[in-house]
């Protein structure tokens, strides 16, 4: 069930939520909306972990774990998208779109992995 909730979040905040400006700044690489975009992930997710139950120091650590990661993925996916522009009807697009998504919810895997079972 935190799986699901942490996979909705993130559905949530990079679909729904999403701000002119931080679609703006994935799209042109610059700005600060990518800053903002990662952390409206990580403080959403870091709510879920805290109401689950997950101790403090824990919820901390994945909230890094999330803004990290949420941050590398996209901006490397913004550089691609930079470097070598596409549209979506090409597969380039959707083979980068693909590969953010499945490397998003990798780390969400990890993250409920990780809360589950906390190292000790």
Do not use: E, N
């Amino acid at each position: 069930m935190l799986m699901c909730l942490l996979l909705l979040s993130h559905y949530l905040f990079d679909f729904v939520f999403v701000t002119p400006s931080m679609l703006k700044s994935k799209a042109t690489g610059s700005g600060c909306g990518i800053l903002t975009h990662s952390l409206s992930h990580t403080v959403s997710m870091m709510m879920i972990l805290l109401f689950w139950g997950v101790s403090r120091s824990d919820v901390v650590l994945l909230g890094l774990v999330q803004y990290d990661t949420h941050l590398v993925i996209d901006s490397v996916k913004c550089a691609i998208g930079v470097f070598w522009p596409c549209d979506s009807t090409t597969k380039r697009y959707w083979v980068t779109f693909g590969a953010d998504q499945l490397l998003h919810q990798l780390v969400i895997v990890g993250m409920t992995w990780m809360a589950t079972y906390p190292p000790r």
